[in-house]
């Protein structure tokens, strides 16, 4: 990756504690390579072309003693709509980063299906010039033990559309974090508390977006609406950016994917448009819906939507059969046979993974487009109504 844009308090990262071994170390066994898997076909995103610029900050408001600065060390990745038509780019991650990854990979997914994903070509270029006008934003928060660039498929599909996207890499929370002069942040155990450290970086994150667009050089400089601010994220993240909506007042939009409430996320009360996407419970059949009602999960869950909603002015909650919790990330692009089936599991459902990330990208569009005033694009429930695997409910004071 290029050298990341710093704002003025940053330092670097210039010793790191020997923080806890890797919460994903299950001891399960991984299969033997049987030969090679396809590097798979991404999709090719339509509409601008799609830069990205790596960032690096520091938020001098939280203190984290393992770090040098003493404060909390952050990076990302700022996808922007690009002047230039879309092209084939090069590979998600750098080298050492790629590297630091691969065990994880390894533990969820096999050896050959690690490497294809490491292997994966996206669309994004380095630094090139950024498109006319202004675009809203939107920031992403990963999963627990995920990277940002584990959901390329999903932001590319948005900047593509006319976004940019803030996407944070989180340290303790994604699986691994280079922060500087080689050294690497591991994942930390996940508490309650680590739905509002996440959320915090969130609102970090919105702070920063004013700075970047007001420093000169960058090629996104002047092109990022602090007016139009969105966030949305994948399990953990999801959670996380619903409750960022209800703390920071300059976000207007929240988007959950498939992500669980616990801690402060399962109490806030955003005053703003919602999307909360979840998945088929993975004991109970794709069809009909009506069967998912006593699992246990979904009625968990179904129970903390009611509450988190009360206060949003739209909610939109949309179930998707045949989609499971990893059916958001791009491994869901491999072939089912790529995968061995005691790690497979209820991670992928029985969607074609090209086809469920496109149900995801279009629900974005639509509900960010109502939402933030964002590019022209479908209405949810007309992508719904499109899509016999999913159903849409609707609730919030609008609907009262």
């Known amino acids: 990756m290029q050298r990341p844009v710093r704002s003025a308090a940053t330092a670097l990262m210039a010793t790191l504690l020997c923080w ?80 630091a990854y691969r065990p994880s990979l390894v533990r969820r997914i096999g050896p050959r299906a690690a490497d294809a994903v490491l292997q994966m070509r996206w669309h994004a270029g380095a630094g090139i010039a950024a498109a006319e006008g202004r675009f809203p934003v939107l920031v992403f928060a990963h999963g627990y033990h995920q990277l940002p660039t584990s959901y390329t498929t ?47 970086d969130i609102a970090s994150a919105v702070a920063e977006l004013p700075k970047l667009d007001a420093t000169p050089g960058h090629p996104f400089s002047g092109h990022l609406d602090s007016g139009r ?20 007042p300059a976000i207007r939009a929240a988007a959950n994917l498939d992500g669980d409430y616990s801690g402060d ?7 703003v448009p919602l999307l909360y996407i979840t998945t088929q419970p993975p004991n109970r059949a794709a069809t009909p819906k009506s069967g998912w009602d006593d699992e246990r999960n979904e009625v968990r869950r179904a129970g903390i939507w009611r509450q988190l909603a009360v206060a949003s002015p739209r909610a939109l909650r ?49 509900f960010f487009a109502g939402s933030l005033g964002g590019p022209a694009a479908e209405e949810v429930d007309k992508v719904v109504a499109a899509y016999p695997e999913a159903d849409l409910q609707v609730s919030g004071s609008a609907s009262r």
């Open 20 to 99: 806890a071994a890797l919460a994903a170390c299950t001891g399960q066994s991984v299969p033997e390579d049987v030969g090679p898997v396809a590097t798979p076909v991404t999709p090719m995103p339509k509409g601008h072309g799609i830069g990205r610029v790596p960032v690096a900050w520091t938020d001098a408001t939280r203190t984290e003693h393992a770090t040098a600065s003493g404060r909390r060390e952050l990076r990302g990745l700022l996808y922007y709509p690009a002047a230039q038509a879309v092209a084939d780019g090069g590979r998600a991650l750098d080298a050492a980063w790629a590297d």
């Open 229 to 248: 601010i969105g966030v949305f994220g994948h399990s953990v993240g999801g959670a996380a950016a619903v409750l960022a909506s209800a703390r920071v």
């Open 318 to 366: 949309v179930r998707v059969g045949g989609m499971f919790h990893a059916n958001f990330q791009d491994e869901a692009l491999l072939p089912a046979s790529a995968i061995p089936q005691e790690l497979r599991g209820t991670r992928f459902g029985s969607i074609d993974g090209v086809r469920g990330l496109e149900l995801t990208s279009r629900l974005l569009a639509g």
């Open 154 to 200: 999903l932001i590319e599909s948005l900047v593509a559309r006319g976004y940019a996207v803030f996407a944070i890499a989180a340290p303790g929370i994604a699986e691994v974090v280079p922060l500087g002069d080689g050294r690497i942040a591991p994942n930390l155990p996940l508490g309650d508390d680590g739905y509002s450290k996440f959320a915090q």
């Open 265 to 271: 996320a399962a109490e806030a009360q955003p005053r």
